[in-house]
């Protein structure tokens, strides 16, 4: 299964059967023996080819994207929306997108900039400003079409660009998806636990359980991280760039990286000539912070590929660092 088909798959936060479906189709062909735990994650042993006692290591990559959830209905058949995941609302205006499970197309509106008053263009549109259009001739229709808890996803199309860019929805955190089932093609050492886990943009729910049930001696966490290399942002703050490789993080807002695997994780890169960069900042979260604390704790380790305009219907990498991500993570199984 290549990264244009995973990103293309539309499972928000809370509604993941789509990808977890593609998921177990794709590894049961492949001759493995995925099974779903109670949280909905998506679950591989694959031993390892080292003499025991081997080290069991949980690599980790959520299934689910930020999207939209169906709150309300308004009069002239329009939908009230919120998030599923954090969306800035700034970026929604005019894009189409795709409710329900029978994927009807839509487009997110609001009120025109000709018809805005200067009170309204000097603040900050919110949810309750924006509205989907699903073409429906009243409230009746629009209920019947996407009643109240509906999920509605980004119609973002995966195009390859420029010198080794792509673009497309979901590479947050499909390009870890991606990641983990190469890695599966691969002899490693140590046993390998890989993990698709679920709902992590609305709390890093599906990994706490995975990590309590499977108890690994390590964490490997493979997420898409914020980048911001933009024009005239100054380089201190740009917290990583595309093109130079995976980003390892040493903190965020929901763990600490053990100290003793970071130092190692960047050793392993060095020495492997591995394109990679520390991430520049302490911000956000991820399933690090849920697989850290799980049992009596568990040394973990963020890598990350850096995403443009990530949690938006269009984000860029560039796909050299999804690879790096990946050469990263074999070459630390193999070495630890």
Same mark, same amino acid.
């Given at each position: 299964?290549?990264?244009?088909?995973?990103?293309?798959?539309?499972?928000?936060?809370?509604?993941?059967?789509?990808?977890?479906?593609?998921?177990?189709?794709?590894?049961?062909?492949?001759?493995?023996?995925?099974?779903?735990?109670?949280?909905?994650?998506?679950?591989?042993?694959?031993?390892?080819?080292?003499?025991?006692?081997?080290?069991?290591?949980?690599?980790?990559?959520?299934?689910?994207?930020?999207?939209?959830?169906?709150?309300?209905?308004?009069?002239?058949?329009?939908?009230?929306?919120?998030?599923?995941?954090?969306?800035? !609302?700034?970026? /929604? &205006?005019?894009?189409? $997108?795709?409710?329900?499970?029978?994927?009807?197309? @839509?487009?997110? *509106? +609001?009120?025109?900039?000709?018809?805005?008053?200067?009170?309204?263009?000097?603040?900050?549109?919110?949810?309750?400003?924006?509205?989907?259009?699903?073409?429906?001739?009243?409230?009746?229709?629009?209920?019947?079409?996407?009643?109240?808890?509906?999920?509605?996803?980004?119609?973002?199309?995966?195009?390859?660009?420029?010198?080794?860019?792509?673009?497309?929805?979901?590479?947050?955190?499909?390009?870890?998806?991606?990641?983990?089932?190469?890695?599966?093609?691969?002899?490693? !050492?140590?046993? /390998? &636990?890989?993990?698709? $886990?679920?709902?992590?943009?609305?709390?890093?729910? @599906?990994?706490? *359980? +995975?990590?309590?049930?499977?108890?690994?001696?390590?964490?490997?966490?493979?997420?898409?991280?914020?980048?911001?290399?933009?024009?005239?942002?100054?380089?201190?703050?740009?917290?990583?760039?595309?093109?130079?490789?995976?980003?390892?993080?040493?903190?965020?807002?929901?763990?600490?990286?053990?100290?003793?695997?970071?130092?190692?994780?960047?050793?392993?890169?060095?020495?492997?000539?591995?394109?990679?960069?520390?991430?520049?900042?302490?911000?956000?979260?991820?399933?690090?912070?849920?697989?850290?604390?799980?049992?009596?704790?568990?040394?973990?380790?963020?890598?990350?590929?850096?995403?443009?305009?990530?949690?938006?219907?269009?984000?860029?990498?560039?796909?050299?660092?999804?690879?790096?991500?990946?050469?990263?993570?074999?070459?630390?199984?193999?070495?630890?």
């Amino acid at each position: 299964m290549d990264l244009k088909t995973l990103t293309e798959i539309n499972a928000p936060s809370g509604h993941e059967q789509p990808i977890r479906r593609a998921l177990l189709e794709e590894l049961k062909a492949k001759g493995h023996q995925p099974y779903i735990d109670r949280m909905g994650n998506v679950i591989v042993v694959k031993e390892g080819v080292g003499p025991a006692p081997r080290k069991r290591v949980m690599v980790a990559a959520h299934m689910d994207e930020v999207g939209l959830i169906v709150t309300g209905h308004a009069e002239g058949g329009f939908l009230k929306v919120t998030q599923a995941g954090g969306i800035d !609302p700034r970026v /929604l &205006i005019s894009k189409r $997108v795709l409710v329900g499970d029978d994927n009807i197309p @839509g487009v997110i *509106g +609001a009120v025109a900039i000709h018809l805005q008053s200067a009170a309204d263009r000097a603040r900050v549109m919110g949810y309750r400003d924006i509205n989907v259009d699903i073409g429906a001739a009243d409230k009746a229709e629009a209920e019947r079409k996407a009643p109240l808890g509906t999920y509605i996803s980004f119609d973002t199309p995966y195009v390859e660009f420029g010198e080794g860019y792509a673009c497309g929805k979901a590479f947050d955190d499909r390009v870890g998806c991606w990641t983990i089932l190469r890695l599966l093609e691969e002899e490693l !050492p140590c046993d /390998l &636990i890989a993990a698709f $886990v679920s709902e992590e943009e609305v709390g890093c729910r @599906g990994a706490s *359980g +995975a990590a309590f049930a499977q108890e690994p001696d390590i964490g490997i966490v493979l997420e898409g991280t914020t980048c911001n290399d933009l024009g005239d942002v100054p380089e201190a703050v740009q917290v990583c760039k595309t093109g130079e490789g995976v980003a390892v993080s040493f903190m965020d807002n929901s763990s600490i990286v053990n100290r003793e695997l970071f130092r190692k994780t960047l050793n392993v890169a060095e020495q492997a000539g591995i394109a990679h960069q520390v991430k520049g900042s302490v911000s956000g979260g991820n399933d690090a912070g849920s697989i850290q604390r799980a049992r009596q704790g568990i040394p973990t380790i963020v890598l990350s590929v850096p995403c443009r305009y990530i949690h938006s219907p269009s984000s860029v990498i560039k796909l050299s660092d999804a690879d790096a991500q990946f050469e990263l993570t074999k070459a630390l199984m193999a070495a630890l």
